[in-house]
């Protein structure tokens, strides 16, 4: 069920309802997803008031199986719903988020007001005390918080990786093979919650990853290059939402953007962080620096040398998917991809408007309710 702000929906679900309330309100084809998400076979032909009941007598039974392949952030959520008697504001939760749960058949979205708010009926409560509690549930919740954050960390990365290599990157750091099957379950129920990793007949890709086909075949034109090595701790790092790595050039750059060009802090991280993206893409240079111009203004050459240095600095230390997550300079011993400095010129000036900026994390401006980075500026 999608976030709604209409009338009935807001008027059915106002409060900690049971059960069966909750998914009364729900269309057909929600309890249908809800039905879906819970591997529940042989009943699609029953009639809604049918699946209801069939629904609000399974999912108390099926709890400890939906949570055993949660993460740490959403048991941290559960916790707060009970902590707060089965409602908490959904006011900072993303909307991507907010449509997951709306999935899960015992969580429940819902607006008072204008505000959002998240909901799981009383009825449940004591059941879910005690699943939240459960040392086994914890075990393997700490199992799936690491899986996701290293697929996560792996992909952001290394961009795309095919199939048959992804099992055997992760198994580097922790064991699947035993656990094949959970594995696939918890990594493709992360996919729908936080829309990060993309899968498809290509592979495994980090959400950013405009064609997965190219990152692929760059890689492949380096069959002498293995994949970078990087440590757990990284990977869990690199795993976390919104993660986005800090290279040689970037404090600097920021630094530049904000005393040169008087920007907010906050917006000049955010058009480095774009810049970063952007190597990780395949972009050039005269790429970067020509989305750079919508940005900013340059009332001399001198200027654009001294932003050029710096960037070319963030370029040649920054992490990259075609190669397989190395950094330009690691690898400038042995193929010189290391880009050089930006020669001095003597040219006309170069003079540019700046633009009103779409911050990656802003609410994207199609009215979707997403930030701008995983909607229209993906």
């Known amino acids: 069920m999608a976030v709604d702000k209409s009338k009935n929906q807001k008027d059915k679900i106002m409060g900690v309802t049971s059960l069966k309330e909750a998914l009364s309100v729900l269309k057909m084809a929600d309890l249908q997803e809800i039905r879906k998400k819970m591997r529940i076979k042989n009943i699609s032909s029953l009639k809604k008031a049918e699946l209801i009941q069939y629904l609000a007598e399974a999912?108390?039974?099926?709890?400890?199986t939906i949570i055993s392949e949660f993460d740490e952030r959403r048991i941290f959520l559960i916790k707060s719903i009970i902590a707060n008697n089965g409602i908490i504001s959904a006011k900072y939760v993303e909307i991507e988020e907010m449509e997951?749960?709306?999935?899960?058949?015992?969580?429940?979205?819902?607006?008072r007001n204008g505000n959002p708010f998240v909901m799981i009926p009383m009825e449940l409560l004591p059941s879910l005390v005690e699943i939240v509690?459960?040392?086994a549930i914890l075990t393997e919740v700490k199992r799936n918080t690491e899986w996701i954050k290293i697929t996560r960390g792996l992909l952001y990365y290394y961009g795309t990786v095919p199939h048959e290599e992804f099992v055997e990157l992760v198994e580097k750091y922790m064991p699947i093979h035993s656990n094949y099957l959970a594995f696939n379950r918890v990594i493709f129920d992360a996919m729908e919650y936080y829309q990060e990793i993309q899968i498809d007949r290509y592979g495994y890709s980090y959400w950013e990853v405009l064609d997965p086909l190219e990152v692929l075949e760059e890689q492949a034109s380096r069959k002498n290059l293995a994949y970078y090595p990087f440590s757990k701790k990284q990977l869990l790092e690199a795993g976390e939402t919104n993660y986005v790595e800090r290279p040689k050039g970037f404090s600097q750059l920021v630094s530049l953007f904000t005393h040169e060009h008087q920007m907010p802090k906050h917006e000049a991280?955010?058009?480095v962080e774009d810049c970063i993206i952007q190597v990780k893409l395949g972009d050039s240079p005269s790429q970067i620096f020509q989305y750079l111009q919508t940005e900013l203004s340059f009332d001399s050459l001198e200027a654009v040398q001294r932003l050029m240095d710096i960037l070319v600095l963030l370029i040649n230390n920054t992490r990259e998917w075609y190669l397989k997550g190395y950094t330009p300079v690691e690898l400038s011993a042995q193929d010189k991809q290391a880009l050089q400095p930006l020669p001095n010129q003597k040219g006309k000036i170069i003079s540019f408007h700046t633009h009103e900026k779409i911050g990656r994390n802003d609410p994207c401006p199609c009215g979707s309710g997403k930030k701008y980075k995983k909607c229209c500026g993906k």
């Open 59 to 64: 999912i108390p039974h099926l709890l400890r």
């Open 100 to 111: 997951y749960f709306d999935k899960t058949g015992f969580m429940f979205t819902e607006f």
């Open 133 to 135: 509690q459960d040392k």
């Open 269 to 271: 991280v955010e058009i």
